[in-house]
């Protein structure tokens, strides 16, 4: 087995370090261990979390080229020999999600026609994890995926804070869903000043679990806000009406069923006290924020004096820098697991956490056989 060293944590922001247990494996040589690390992304600025993940590992990106002909097809080329060897692409999903997954799984069949013995996928954000349930006459896209994921030849996949865990069961093959939550309750410990003043906040009943438990991780206060204005997922038609109804239609009198009260949403209310508190958002994904800064508002005029938005991937789509830095939020931490550096530019309250230590610490356990167990010490089933 290849030697371990226990190096300090080393990251781009200058106090932050390593959860306690987790150690930098920079001594690892790539090329005499038998494994290779290749990025499919086509895309420089998506290639960024794949270098701190070498880095950390202290091997080389492999050699290949990921590019878009002329004509919007994608072309992989492998420009060297991965015979026999584990291989691990790691593929970060930009705002062009369709390109993305054509790189991945043109690159994951290029490297299983090449005779790789063990192709894992590292993907931080699985795309179409929203698209998880059957509503109405659509799709569950992500099974499809999954499905088209082992057909193109991965056998392995790493993946952090999936929208739904019960995604895992959609797969023929291992799934190792990650956790950013240890990196972000160091963020709140140790860069929000006075945050034993702070209240956990759920800006729905459907998060109350994940922001639960990290309110019991840090000895804090819990907040749920109930009522919110906005279409949830929970609203959404899921084919219980279908087909629609017709007017005269001869129905059995055997099979008449009850009819039942309509939904109505209650007034907005915010359960747990939040005045003269910093109040800190948590949630797995922060896209469209229209939710979240309609959410500090309301606990703004509740009494809370500053607003933090804690999410693991923060995709940040559409006008969401402008909204944020015009909204009652002071900050929005995310990690790295999606490229948002041009949302950082035109809002500094975006900041970022990186999380390339627990991939590549999960990359060298995979290929060395050891238990992935250490990774999930004291995490919880709802974080």
Known sequence: MPRKLLLPYK???????????????????AARSGYRVFSANSTAACTELAK??????????GKSVVYQETNGETRVEIKESVRGQDIFIIQTIPRDVNTAVMELL???YALKTSCARNIIGVIPYFPYSKQSKMRKRGSIVCKLLASMLAKAGLTHIITMDLHQKE?????SFPVDNLRASPFL???IQEEIPDYRNAVIVAKSPDAAKRAQSYAERLRL???????????????????????PMVKNATVHPGLELPLMMAKEKPPITVVGDVGGRIAIIVDDII???????????ILKERGAYKIFVMATHGLLSADAPRLIEESSIDEVVVTNTVPHEVQKLQCPKIKTVDISLILSEA???IHNGESMAYLFRNITVDD
Do not use: K
Not at 52 to 61: N, P, Y
């Open 11 to 29: 990251s781009v922001f200058p106090r932050f370090r390593a959860p306690r247990g987790l150690h930098d494996s920079s001594a690892m040589n």
């Open 52 to 61: 701190r993940i070498t880095e950390r590992l202290g091997a080389e990106l």
């Open 106 to 108: 043109i690159m994951a």
């Open 167 to 171: 995604i895992q069961g959609f797969f």
């Open 185 to 187: 309750l160091q963020y």
């Open 221 to 243: 206060g819990l907040a749920v806000i109930h009522g919110e204005a906005q279409c949830t997922e929970q609203d959404m038609d899921d084919g219980r009406h279908s087909p």
């Open 287 to 297: 896209d469209d924020v229209e939710s979240f800064v309609a959410a500090a508002e």
């Open 363 to 365: 990359i060298r356990r």
